[in-house]
């Protein structure tokens, strides 16, 4: 069964860094075509594709808040980490991870995680 | 890049057939058979429903189908019933060859079963 899980703050302040972590079972990170990606969704408004990293390493962020994000994976550990720098509240959203398979599509979604940017 | 385009929502009668549009580019959905879309109930994560167009994953009903022309994708579902009202997702790739595009997600829209 293949599962993944997002971990991190659910409040984080204006300008401080978030780093959420997602932490998955029944795949490999080093199998060819994976992927782990992130994606997240504001209250009440659409998905919106985040970041992206392969099992070999190939990482695409999307364009309007690349400046901000870095994504990395631990494939010893099952996790692939997201930070996010110079929050705002505009970035209040929930925060899913999602296997990304044969550069096609996001075949298993993790529960999401609501993160909050308020002072 | 810009979200795909899709209607704010659809409805349809228990039994009948609806169809979602996904409007694109001709640098994503026309450029590749890449189109996946995504079914959201309220308070839950997304479920992927269909992949590369028209291919349907283990599991999901055969009422749920795929299709695309030029820069429009479709999503069909016959026989409606009352567990499909949810929220709809498409989403294309862009920006390059296969190993190199991005994801881009439509608008969602909104199917009410009446």
């Known amino acids: 069964q293949i599962t993944l899980k997002e971990s991190g703050p659910t409040l984080v302040k204006p300008t401080q860094t978030l780093t959420l972590t997602c932490t998955f079972s029944g795949f490999s990170l080093s199998t060819s075509a994976v992927g782990v990606g992130w994606i997240r969704q504001p209250p009440g408004k659409a998905l919106e594709w985040v970041a992206l990293?392969?099992?070999?390493?190939?990482?695409r962020y999307t364009s309007f808040l690349k400046s901000r994000l870095t994504i990395t994976k631990d494939t010893s550990k099952n996790q692939v980490v997201l930070t996010m720098t110079d929050m705002d509240p505009v970035d209040t959203a929930t925060y899913y991870c999602?296997?990304?398979?044969?550069?096609?599509?996001?075949?298993?979604w993790g529960r999401g995680t609501l993160v909050t940017v308020s002072s | 890049q810009s979200a795909l385009t899709q209607p704010a929502s659809v409805s349809g009668s228990p039994g009948q057939s609806i169809t979602i549009s996904c409007t694109g580019t001709?640098?994503?959905?026309?450029?590749?058979?890449?189109v996946s879309w995504y079914q959201q109930h309220p308070g839950k994560a997304p479920k992927f429903m269909i992949y590369?167009?028209?291919k349907r994953p283990s599991g999901v009903s055969n009422r749920f189908s795929g299709s695309k022309s030029g820069n429009t994708a479709s999503l069909t579902i016959s026989g409606l019933q009352g567990e499909d009202e949810a929220d709809y997702y498409c989403?294309?790739?862009?920006?390059?060859?296969?190993?190199?595009?991005?994801?881009?997600f439509g608008g969602g829209t909104k199917l009410t079963v009446l």
């Open positions: 990293i392969y099992w070999n390493d190939n990482i």
């Open positions: 001709s640098s994503d959905i026309g450029s590749n058979n890449l």
């Open positions: 590369e167009v028209n």
């Open positions: 999602a296997r990304h398979k044969q550069y096609t599509h996001f075949d298993v």
């Open positions: 989403c294309s790739y862009a920006g390059g060859s296969y190993v190199d595009s991005s994801p881009l």
